[in-house]
């Protein structure tokens, strides 16, 4: 099992421990380093940044948005950085959910979900690829254009700049079933946004067919400290905002997922305390139980005990978000 860094988006501003952290995680022999972005930060000019500051770590975005650009704006700058690093990027794709891509993107979210991401990645890889100019007969991804305000004069086109690596790695953030199925089959990995090494099963009948060399990469908090609830705060205070707050009470991905793993009750209680606006409740309201399943907390001997259920598992890539250089360290010392 492969350890990368997962740093996320930024807050409020650009966080000043981010590159100090990638350039220890490299030094400690991790193999990736992860960027995200929501509604703030984008994933790649973070991504670069850190690339001009390592030399060997894999750069990924976990996730870039889709609905942020089209697939051949996606393939550009993915093609663009993976020259700029020498091959070293990674290329995390999500579709996000409705409350974003048309709150913040402006844009529909399609009535298939499924369809949509495929006709995004089969573009992506016929940029990468460069055999032939880019075409799509797809619903959501059309190319060239087609619709009634087209001008009709778009023409198919291949990249003007050599890709450098036509088999450039594309992975998916999926959660629903069908589409972690789906995943498997026209992607290079699964980034799963929750994993318990308790509740593999939950992923079982979507994971039948994992072809070889595929990567399973789930993110997990990492704390080494003497006080476990006090290390899982974090841990709760981001599935209160996930669960409660990243989507329509109707319609909440993340809330979904946690039901399935066995906490359906819990998960719509945090979403109804959240939406009427008792935060803090929402968050006291996640159980401790599934926090601590989803992540690495405790003392080194704790978190030594736990590892091992990540690394019996399918998990290829295990992507920390550790809050200091010392959980990096003692986690590179316990998977070596």
Wanted: glycine share 10%; net charge neutral; proline share 8%.
């Amino acid at each position: 099992m492969r350890l990368g860094l997962a740093l996320g988006y930024w807050g409020r501003g650009p966080d000043p421990r981010h590159l100090e952290l990638a350039r220890e995680a490299e030094r400690l022999g991790y193999t990736s380093v992860w960027t995200a972005e929501s509604w703030g930060s984008d994933a790649f000019t973070a991504l670069t940044w850190i690339a001009a500051h390592t030399s060997r770590i894999a750069l990924g975005t976990g996730i870039a948005q889709m609905a942020a650009r089209t697939p051949t704006a996606t393939a550009m700058h993915a093609l663009t950085l993976d020259h700029l690093s020498g091959g070293r990027l990674l290329l995390g794709l999500g579709l996000s959910g409705p409350q974003v891509v048309e709150g913040w993107y402006g844009r529909p979210f399609p009535a298939s979900p499924l369809t949509a991401t495929r006709e995004y990645v089969d573009v992506v890889r016929q940029v990468l690829r460069r055999g032939a100019p880019v075409t799509s007969d797809g619903t959501y991804h059309p190319l060239p254009y087609r619709g009634d305000d087209s001008t009709g004069l778009g023409k198919p086109l291949k990249p003007i700049t050599h890709p450098l690596r036509p088999d450039l790695p594309v992975l998916l953030g999926a959660e629903g079933p069908k589409n972690i199925a789906q995943t498997t089959r026209i992607a290079d990995g699964w980034l799963p946004l929750y994993w318990s090494p308790l509740r593999t099963g939950v992923y079982e009948e979507s994971l039948r067919e994992v072809p070889e060399g595929f990567r399973i990469a789930p993110m997990a908090r990492a704390a080494v400290c003497d006080d476990v609830a006090e290390g899982l705060w974090p841990v709760k205070a981001m599935l209160g905002f996930y669960i409660g707050g990243m989507g329509h009470a109707a319609k909440n991905f993340h809330a979904r997922l946690m039901a399935r793993m066995g906490f359906a009750e819990e998960a719509h209680r945090i979403q109804e305390l959240f939406l009427a606006g008792r935060r803090d409740e929402a968050v006291r309201a996640v159980p401790d139980a599934f926090a601590d399943e989803i992540s690495l907390v405790g003392p080194r001997e704790r978190i030594a005990e736990r590892l091992e259920l990540w690394r019996s598992g399918p998990v290829t890539d295990l992507l920390v978000t550790a809050p200091d250089p010392h959980t990096l360290r003692v986690l590179a010392e316990l998977t070596t």
